[in-house]
């Protein structure tokens, strides 16, 4: 079975523009979160996504939002770039079923540097 | 905030086993205890959980005590491709909190 898959895996964007990375979760898997990682504040949670319905959401500012389509697939969007915005942005799928033994399974991510 | 404690850093020599300790002291009933680990800029890659009782699978041994508040990640023959951060999570119906993790280098 194919794993998470991200794309795209680097991005290199400037100051004021907005990116889309995009996320394709296991087969079978209908919750899709969202994860930003920087060496300053190591990995955070940005949101959860389940059956097209956003059902987690993280302490991020409104630039940074997200939507999943109806087979699964997840995007997020991050509007007016900062250089702080730049990071690894991971992205991780379960089956969604009961959120406590849920097991995430992580994609490689999308590296985005911010000039 | 995350809520487990663990070492900043380890060192274990290959082919010898890698035991990791877990804090979590503050451990509800219905929460689990998640292993994950992060080879660098990689995505983190799911290990081992469990609830109370011990487990084992073929990357790794999960050992929990009895009052639950500690645990102990074992990999029973180290390699140089373990070394990586390790994670320790404890979760409920909540997202995935990472802490800073224990940085394991295997040393040749």
């Known amino acids: 079975k194919a794993g998470v898959t991200q794309t795209p895996r680097y991005l290199i964007k400037t100051r004021g523009q907005q990116v889309t990375l995009s996320c394709s979760p296991i087969?079978?898997?209908?919750?899709v979160s969202w994860y930003q990682q920087t060496p300053g504040q190591g990995l955070q949670f940005l949101f959860e996504?389940?059956?097209?319905?956003?059902?987690n959401k993280g302490n991020f500012p409104g630039r940074f939002s997200g939507r999943q389509f109806s087979n699964s697939r997840s995007e997020m969007n991050v509007s007016t770039l900062e250089l702080g915005d730049s990071a690894l942005y991971l992205c991780?799928?379960?089956?969604?079923?009961?959120?406590?033994?849920?097991?995430?399974?992580f994609g490689p991510g999308t590296r985005l540097t911010v000039l | 905030d995350a809520k487990t404690t663990q070492p900043t850093s380890m060192d274990c020599a290959e082919g010898r086993a890698a035991n990791l300790p877990c804090n979590h002291s503050?451990?509800?009933?219905?929460?689990?205890v998640y292993w994950y680990r992060q080879i660098h800029s990689q995505g983190p890659q799911y290990i081992i959980h469990?609830?109370?009782n011990n487990e084992t699978n073929e990357m790794a041994s999960l050992i929990i005590t009895e009052d639950r508040k500690s645990s102990t990640l074992i990999l029973p023959h180290a390699t140089l491709r373990d070394t990586a951060v390790y994670y320790c999570?404890?979760?409920?119906?909540?997202?995935?909190?990472f802490g800073k993790g224990t940085r394991l280098s295997v040393i040749a």
């Open positions: 991780a799928s379960t089956a969604g079923v009961a959120a406590s033994t849920d097991t995430q399974y």
């Open positions: 087969s079978g898997h209908r919750s």
């Open positions: 996504y389940f059956s097209e319905t956003q059902r």
């Open positions: 503050t451990i509800s009933g219905n929460e689990y």
């Open positions: 469990g609830l109370k």
């Open positions: 999570i404890v979760k409920g119906n909540t997202p995935l909190v």
